[in-house]
């Protein structure tokens, strides 16, 4: 204890930029807070590796089976497996931000961050940034790999993989703020379905056949949502060699609003937790 | 004239029909120490929530350093900070990994430095490396301190800032906190069970019992206003619903067996100390 310092040592100190609406250091503090767990935590990392490289090795095979009846997929050696990796990217980033939302519950956490300068929005662009960093973790090695195991490369997409991507982290990030905001106000017993949730859309999201594959009935709903678009336009790419720009745009509209949803809902849910007191409750 | 770092104005918080607390005033002088008193479910950690933003309240006013908490909090929030061994830190970071993180997020300067003053002066610098989980509860507390005093906080909340301590180190850390606030002038509430405590660090006490403040004033004050001789007999007079000297005393039934504290000084709680 050094008493000699006087009041004045206090602002040694302090914040430089106190009353910024948005500071990129405090978002980085919370990027930081996440490299740390992963870093403390190797079952974790090999979380975010084992299941796209299953996944991958598993319709890799399923591949090779078909391809020896198959015309079409004869065509597009490849359609399984970009299917595979591009719908990893979709699980990959709304499990990105939820799972690290989750682990500020578990940790009971919540309430030291949120009463420190950190702004909920500043936690939702750490949410975001480190759901791409494991993303790019996780189907970047699963697409690696299938280059020695399957000599395909999803990679030879080219351009449109980077718009498939995109489109398919924006939906993933406002799935996985929707399932953060359930979790803050459910607590954990909203955790069964933040994990299945996204499960909910495979189906209707034509990830491994056409929309006009389903019932008339059932494809207005797909069409409601981007994965729809992108893995049509996977197909279109793979199977046709075009890129279709009005897939993309569709997407990418569809996309501008579902984040919109998500983030409104989470500060929202902000709001309701400070008032029912939830913030202080949650935990293990 | 005197400037208060806090001031709360007929705040009341209600869950449905259940009120946590009910128009309740006080004020903490800057540079002050004020405890707030109660049995569970008082509405000490309402209130204390209520003051980080962490709650808000049905309704009433929160003043902090000035700014209005309801409409204004990110103004101070780099001001403020709050210590309970309730709210954890991150159980597999390390507690240098954590410091760091919170130091990020006031945006400190001088962070490595501030980090390794603040562990040497609370005693876990060769706890730095380990991960917080793995602690035990006195050393998380001294951890959770240091949080607390990471950003030099202008007003500190505390709820029971020497939980879990053996008494040489709870002894440690109340000096270590006066010397705090000898130096910063810092404003510091807290939430205490510990009444020795409380007479040692607080100039002013706010009685709560039921979500309602019913009597507030200087540990000694109240000592004398009772006909008390030590604050714990206060706090079971007023948990008890006992009147003062002079007053018909609302006392629950004793449990079997068990005598009943009396009311001319001699009481059991006091002779167990």
Redesign the interface.
């Given at each position: 204890m050094n008493g000699s310092e006087g009041v004045a040592g206090a602002a040694r100190w302090r914040a430089h930029a106190p009353h910024s609406a948005l500071s990129w250091q405090r978002a980085g503090a919370m990027v930081l807070r996440y490299v740390f767990l992963l870093r403390s935590s190797w079952t974790r990392i090999i979380e975010i590796i084992y299941w796209p490289t299953m996944q991958m090795v598993l319709w890799g095979l399923i591949s090779r089976y078909v391809l020896t009846a198959s015309t079409v997929l004869h065509q597009a050696a490849g359609l399984f497996l970009a299917a595979v990796l591009l719908w990893e990217v979709l699980f990959r980033s709304q499990m990105g931000v939820h799972t690290m939302f989750q682990e500020e519950m578990y940790a009971r956490n919540l309430g030291h961050l949120l009463i420190s300068p950190l702004r909920p929005i500043e936690m939702v662009s750490a949410l975001l940034a480190v759901s791409l960093l494991r993303t790019l973790i996780s189907a970047g090695s699963a697409a690696l790999l299938a280059i020695p195991l399957y000599r395909f490369s999803v990679f030879t997409l080219g351009l449109p993989l980077v718009a498939f991507f995109a489109n398919l982290m924006m939906f993933g990030w406002a799935f996985g703020l929707v399932l953060c905001a359930l979790l803050l106000r459910f607590g954990f017993g909203a955790e069964g379905l933040a994990w299945a949730g996204i499960f909910a859309l495979t189906p209707i999201s034509g990830v491994y056949y056409p929309i006009s594959t389903l019932p008339g009935w059932l494809q207005p709903a797909a069409w409601a949502f981007p994965p729809a678009y992108v893995f049509e336009g996977m197909r279109a790419v793979l199977l046709k060699g075009e890129f279709r720009a009005d897939l993309f745009l569709a997407a990418l509209s569809l996309n501008g609003a579902y984040l919109a949803i998500g983030v409104g809902l989470f500060l929202f849910t902000f709001g309701v937790a400070r008032r029912r007191g939830l913030l202080l409750q949650v935990g293990e | 004239m005197e400037s208060f770092d806090i001031e709360v104005q007929r705040l009341t918080k209600r869950?449905g029909d259940v009120a946590a607390i009910v128009d309740l005033d006080f004020s903490v002088r800057r540079g002050a120490t004020v405890a707030l008193l109660g049995g569970n479910g008082a509405g000490k950690?309402?209130t204390l929530?209520i003051l980080?933003?962490?709650?808000?309240p049905t309704s009433g006013r929160v003043t902090v350093l000035g700014e209005d908490m309801l409409r204004h909090r990110?103004?101070v929030?780099?001001?403020?900070?709050?210590s309970?061994p309730y709210?954890?830190?991150?159980?597999?970071?390390?507690v240098k990994?954590n410091l760091?993180?919170?130091?990020?997020?006031?945006?400190?300067?001088?962070l490595r430095a501030?980090i390794g003053r603040l562990s040497e002066?609370l005693g876990f610098t060769r706890l730095l490396k380990r991960?917080f989980g793995s602690l035990s509860a006195g050393q998380k507390t001294r951890v959770v301190l240091a949080?607390a005093l990471?950003?030099?906080p202008?007003v500190l909340l505390m709820d029971e800032p020497t939980a879990s301590l053996d008494p040489d180190m709870a002894d440690y850390v109340r000096a270590?906190l006066q010397?705090?606030q000898?130096?910063?002038?810092a404003t510091l509430l807290l939430a205490s069970h510990y009444m020795q405590e409380v007479e040692r660090l607080c100039q002013d006490v706010v009685m709560l019992r039921e979500g309602v403040k019913v009597d507030q004033g200087p540990p000694h004050a109240l000592i004398a206003k009772y006909g008390r001789q030590t604050l714990e007999d206060v706090f079971i007079d007023i948990a008890r619903k006992r009147r003062r000297p002079g007053e018909a005393e609302d006392v629950p039934p004793p449990p079997p067996g068990k005598p009943v504290a009396g009311n001319g000084g001699g009481t059991r709680s006091r002779e167990a100390t």
């Open positions: - | 869950y950690t309402t929530s980080i933003g962490l709650l808000v990110y103004r929030l780099h001001r403020l900070n709050y309970s709210v954890d830190l991150p159980h597999r970071l390390t990994d760091t993180v919170f130091g990020h997020l006031y945006q400190l300067d001088g501030r002066e991960p949080k990471l950003n030099e202008d270590y010397a705090y000898a130096r910063t002038g």
